[in-house]
């Protein structure tokens, strides 16, 4: 009986170290900033380190006889909740998503991930059960406003080095912590897809699944306050679900083929928080002409709401 009792304490404390493991929101095995130098885009910019992105997935589709397609991006919230942009599905509908959109995570080249996978689906693609969409979606219409869509992972996803999700933000992207990385006096926040590298890309023969590189590309951006950013969009629908970030110059930002993906900035604590979601832009790293993103923390109820309800 003695013995017993010794193989069940064993036992639990494994148990109890197997989940004291699991990795926490936010924080990846590699820091983002690692490779981080002022003026790395992805727009001409730098591939993303192993593991410095566990929580970004690619939308995925795939016509008989051809090679799959990446053509947006998304962000793991839980171990079955993905959140992208609602412009990404809206032409769609539940069921024609459902049966033809897969999502990828914990896999950086998307190219490397299929070939390796042979004859087979990689490990790491997911189907989805469930599609959320904002019922205030392009509401006043053109606008693109509350461009966010949940989706619901076919089976749970199990947290490992490669795949976490992202925290959603404590607090809005403009309360800025104490020893946040600042860049011409701005908050510097990150974001990473395989949309194009250049305004305009043609898809050439050397990115097979990619929008616009197989293998995870990264970009810092600085952060615009909110009079900053309503100024550099006159005349464009800018409202309070909304961020946007850049550069005045230019030059640096992401493209068409990364919408939906993620804008994560580091809180107090280090770990990163998903800010924003990729939503729109005027071409890509144009002259004051910032992107535009989904502001999660204007968001967070209603995306907390619909997690909870389905």
Known sequence: ????????????????????????????????????????????????????WPWIGALIQQKPGYWPYQFCGGTLLTSEWFITAGHCVDSLSDEEIIQRVHIMLGEPNLYKAFTNAGNSAPKNLYSVKKV??????????GSTNNDVALLKLSRPVPFTSTVSPACLPSSSIYDVPAGALKDQGRRVCFVAGWGH?????????????????????????????????????????????????????????????DSGGPLVCKNAAGAYELQGVVSWGAGCARAEMPGIYASVHALKSWITEKIQAN
Do not use: W
């Not at 304490?9 to 820091?31: F, M």
């Not at 959320?132 to 219409?141: F, G, M, R």
């Not at 952060?223 to 005045?248: I, V």
């Open 197 to 257: 590298t250049s305004e305009g890309q043609q898809k050439g023969r050397d990115i097979v699944v990619g929008a616009g590189s197989d293998a995870l590309q990264q970009v810092n951006i600085n952060s615009y306050n909110h009079t900053e950013c309503k100024r550099k969009l006159r005349g464009y629908f800018f409202g309070t679900n909304m961020l946007c970030g850049g550069f005045d110059e230019g030059g640096k930002d992401s493209c068409q083929g």
């Open 1 to 52: 009986m003695y013995k017993i009792f010794i193989l069940l304490g064993l036992c639990l404390a494994v148990v109890c170290a197997q989940k004291v493991a699991q990795p926490r929101c936010g924080s990846p095995v590699n820091a983002i900033e690692k490779i981080y130098t002022p003026g790395s885009r992805i727009v001409g910019g730098k591939i993303a380190q192993e593991q410095s």
């Open 132 to 141: 959320v969409k904002h019922e205030q979606y392009d509401v006043p219409t």
